[in-house]
């Protein structure tokens, strides 16, 4: 299985950006795909989370901030990101992993802290006018 992510790139302050991570090798049906990021400096944090069985999404309240949708389109097997009104604080490089149902579904936690057990390559993202 391999997760390949786009859409990064340089925006200014309270622009848009739409990453996507497309999933090859199985059906997107198989994982819950999450978002993560890890800024300049710092350790990588869960950003959001879809079940594309039944589109349940999962957020970061605190990172997020209300700006962010996870969506999924299964017939293309990707899963998206789209960001509104950026702040340099959300500079940095974007990954999305996947993690298997019976583990994603087997959880009472938040699906943002369990082990992933596929990851793409990542894409940056630089918020800066």
């Known amino acids: 299985v391999q997760l390949v992510e786009s859409g990064g790139g340089l925006v200014q302050p309270g622009g848009s950006l739409t990453l996507s991570c497309t999933v090859h090798g199985s059906a997107l049906d198989n994982y819950a795909i999450s978002w993560f990021r890890q800024a300049p400096g710092e350790g990588r944090k869960g950003v959001a989370c879809i079940n594309p069985i039944d589109s349940r999404r999962y957020y970061a309240d605190s990172l997020v901030k209300g700006r962010f949708t996870i969506s999924s389109d299964r017939a293309e097997n990707r899963v998206y990101l789209r960001m509104v009104s950026l702040e340099p604080d959300a500079t940095a490089i974007y990954y999305c992993?996947?993690?298997?149902?019976?583990?994603?579904?087997?959880?009472?936690?938040?699906?943002?802290?369990?082990?992933?057990?596929?990851w793409g390559q990542g894409t940056e993202v630089t918020v800066s006018s």
């Open positions: 992993a996947a993690v298997r149902q019976d583990v994603f579904r087997a959880t009472s936690s938040s699906p943002l802290i369990l082990n992933y057990d596929y």
